[in-house]
């Protein structure tokens, strides 16, 4: 016989095992290892852990405060609304005010990917003015614990979004007005138009536009009725 344990071979009369010693009829009484089963995922934790970065709430709401985050709300909801409904051929974004707040973003984006690369330097630009909201975004929940402040960021970074499709529309074209207040036929400075022409996509200027504005519009969406969560929330916690 063989030991079922070390395998050593040996007289089949043995009670136990010449080699390792184990008795041959207890190793036959030992129950079959249990199966490893997989830790089941606690649900109930992953909800709280949402909760707290994402829907944490004052105990007690200054009744100000919420009445300023009201306002807020109203004016990116009728100001989002427009956004999305206004096609983006019409330019709507890059004649907003808000395009001059983005703009300095974009061009220290340039600045910041320079190292990286041509490339990366003309991409910086759309690239920085996208950051700076997520970086926002990123402190409003993680330092300062205020989730209404990140609604608000991620409404800027899908603003951002929108404000970089008409430009990527243009790659072809052409004819907006730069920084430098001459159109990209006059300059070699149209970022879009250098960019996809480098990857090979410039027929697919209009697409890749579209792409972007869509982006926006789901982001944008998603801050208003993350807004909206919160602003319900804090209503039944207001200290009146």
């Known amino acids: ?72 709300f109203a004016l990116l909801a009728w100001w989002g609304w427009r956004l999305i409904a206004i096609p983006l051929e019409t330019n709507y974004t890059g004649e907003s005010f ?44 993680v330092k300062t614990r205020d989730p209404f402040g990140g609604s608000v960021a991620l409404w800027w970074t899908a603003e951002n979004f929108m404000d970089v499709a008409p430009y990527i529309n243009d790659a072809r074209a052409m004819d907006l007005i730069l920084l430098g207040g001459f159109t990209g036929k006059e300059v070699d400075a149209h970022d879009w138009n250098n960019l996809l022409t480098m990857l090979g996509w410039l027929q697919y200027d209009h697409r890749l536009a579209h792409l972007s504005y869509g982006i926006g519009t789901v982001l944008m969406l998603s801050s208003l009725l993350w807004g909206a969560v919160l602003l319900r929330r804090q209503y039944r916690r207001l200290d009146w």
């Not at 199966?35 to 970065?53: F, G, I, N, Q």
């Open 98 to 141: 808000l395009h001059l707040i983005n703009l300095p973003f974009h061009e220290a984006g340039h600045l910041l990917f320079m190292p990286f690369g041509r490339f990366m330097m003309i991409l910086g630009g759309s690239l920085g003015q996208i950051l700076m909201p997520l970086i926002c975004l990123g402190t409003f929940l």
């Open 1 to 72: 016989m063989h030991c079922p344990k070390c395998g050593w071979e040996q007289d089949d009369g043995n009670a136990d095992c010449v080699r390792c010693g184990i008795i041959f009829a207890k190793m036959h009484r030992l129950p079959p290892p249990a199966a490893v089963l997989p830790t089941p995922v606690d649900e109930s934790s992953r909800a709280r852990l949402a909760k707290d970065w994402f829907l944490i709430t004052e105990e007690s709401v200054n009744p100000f405060y919420f009445a300023g985050r009201v306002l807020m």
